[in-house]
Nanobody, 123 residues
Framework: QVQLVESGGGSAQPGGSLRLSCSASALTLDYYTIGWFHKAPGKEREGVACISVARRYYLDSVKGRFTISSDSAKNTVYLQMDNLRPEDTGTYYC??????????????????WGQGTQVTVSS
């Protein structure tokens, strides 16, 4: 049974940094796309970054600030979040899907979800 477990959420000031981790079990990163989705208060969940062996996708609003990476040996995907903004506040979900997920990091292409981790950016 596929499981995705997020960690690393918390609070940060604007301009600060956080690193999220997604530990995957019962799947191999080489054969899946792993993504991070952001659910802001009052808004729909949207993909901010996705990674596969072939490509990486970033939402325009996080380009240059967020970096997605993977460690196959640990079967873990990371989201380094720098220069955080208040609008980055919300719940971040790890997600897994096939190759199609890697193109535009779309909600409809997700097969598996983690439970989410909260990020709060405020002064």
């Amino acid at each position: 049974q596929v499981q995705l477990v997020e960690s690393g959420g918390g609070s940060a000031q604007p301009g600060g940094s956080l690193r999220l981790s997604c530990s995957a079990s019962a799947l191999t990163l080489d054969y899946y796309t792993i993504g991070w989705f952001h659910k802001a208060p009052g808004k729909e969940r949207e993909g901010v970054a996705c990674i596969s062996v072939a490509r990486r996708y970033y939402l325009d609003s996080v380009k240059g600030r967020f970096t997605i990476s993977s460690d196959s040996a640990k079967n873990t995907v990371y989201l380094q979040m720098d220069n955080l903004r208040p609008e980055d506040t919300g719940t971040y979900y790890c997600a897994a899907g096939g190759d199609l997920l890697s193109y535009y990091c779309e909600l409809q292409k997700v097969d598996y979800w983690g439970q989410g981790t909260q990020v709060t950016v405020s002064s």
